[in-house]
């Protein structure tokens, strides 16, 4: 063996640790939130529904259906490292069904339907990829595909709950803000932070042709969080609607776009100057942001007054 192999060799060795230990210490220190510490007082509980319902439904949804995201990756990961198991199956998938649970409780009692949650329907496109997984290096892209992912994921979903946090309190809805959205808001930087340790040690290790090939498909298959078909992604335009995410037209979610990308950004593509955030970032937000407004009859941005 070569000087170079057994240092890259050690090297994998240390970062394995390094995100085993991660991951142990999210189990041990974020169990899933207990539910009698949650706290459903409402001061209004329509006006929370009225301004926020769909919100909370969408985000009750792309919790709970972990569990089904679960199932997708032992398709997608035929032979996945340990720490990833350990991740996704023993800490991850029970925080975030907790989540899941607890905010569709609370719109449950704010006088709104249960979500309608899809657990178990696996895309076939999920089985064919998972198929191919079993090749040579393909399972190292489906890897890192899911390590982009979920970036963009948590922190989206970081984002979006300061934005509910601070409108429940605008509310005076501190008993939600404080017993729901805070402790769910506070265990989600730790799954980003999983995310990319994991995409950072397996980016160094791959070949030219796998780093093209991730690039290429990251291109065409991002989409934002939570939304698999049209309807989703109008819904998720409209969450960010309600949340003002998509009030200061482009320049606003430009800048959306870069904080949800940042990180995917200095990974594959710090190399090309001039590129603050990956396009199809902002091209998915503007087309659910787009939808949203059209299936109101409207259109976005929206025109401004004369003189104005």
Do not use: C
């Not at 995201?69 to 340990?82: A, F, G, H, K, S």
């Not at 198991?85 to 719109?107: K, N, S, T």
């Not at 590129?275 to 087309?287: E, G, I, M, T």
């Amino acid at each position: 063996m070569f000087l170079s192999d057994i240092t890259t060799s050690r090297r994998r060795r240390r970062e394995d640790s390094r995100l085993a230990d991660h991951v142990d210490r999210l189990g041990e220190e974020h169990p899933p939130i207990p539910l009698d510490s949650v706290d459903y007082t409402m001061k209004k509980p329509g006006l929370l529904a009225e301004k926020f319902g769909h919100v909370l439904d969408y985000m009750a949804r792309v919790e709970l259906e972990v569990e089904r995201n679960v199932l997708e990756l032992n398709i997608l990961l035929p032979d996945p490292p340990e720490v990833d198991r350990h991740f996704y199956a023993d800490v991850w998938m029970p925080q975030e069904i907790q989540h899941g649970l607890i905010l569709d409780e609370l719109q449950q009692q704010a006088g709104l339907d249960p979500t309608d949650a899809n657990l178990s329907e696996v895309d076939f496109s999920l089985k064919l990829l998972g198929a191919l997984g079993r090749m040579p290096g393909v399972q190292d892209i489906s890897r890192m595909l899911y390590y982009l992912t979920g970036l963009a994921t948590e922190r989206s979903a970081v984002l979006a709950y300061n934005k509910l946090h601070a409108g429940l309190l605008e509310l005076g809805e501190k008993a939600i803000a404080r017993t729901v959205i805070a402790p769910i808001r506070r265990q989600e930087p730790g799954h980003f932070a999983y995310y990319q340790m994991a995409a950072q040690g397996l980016w160094v290790q791959m070949s030219g042709w796998q780093k093209w090939l991730t690039r290429a498909l990251r291109k065409r298959t991002f989409e934002v969080v939570g939304a698999y078909n049209k309807r989703q992604v109008t819904d998720f335009g409209d969450v960010m609607k309600a949340l003002r995410m998509s009030d200061g037209g482009e320049a606003e979610l430009r800048e959306y776009a870069r904080q949800v990308g940042r990180a995917e950004y200095e990974l594959m593509f710090a190399h090309r100057r001039g590129l603050r955030v990956p396009d199809y970032v902002f091209k998915s937000l503007r087309r659910a942001v787009e939808l949203a407004a059209e299936r109101k009859g409207e259109t976005w941005p929206a025109a401004q007054p004369a003189g104005s």
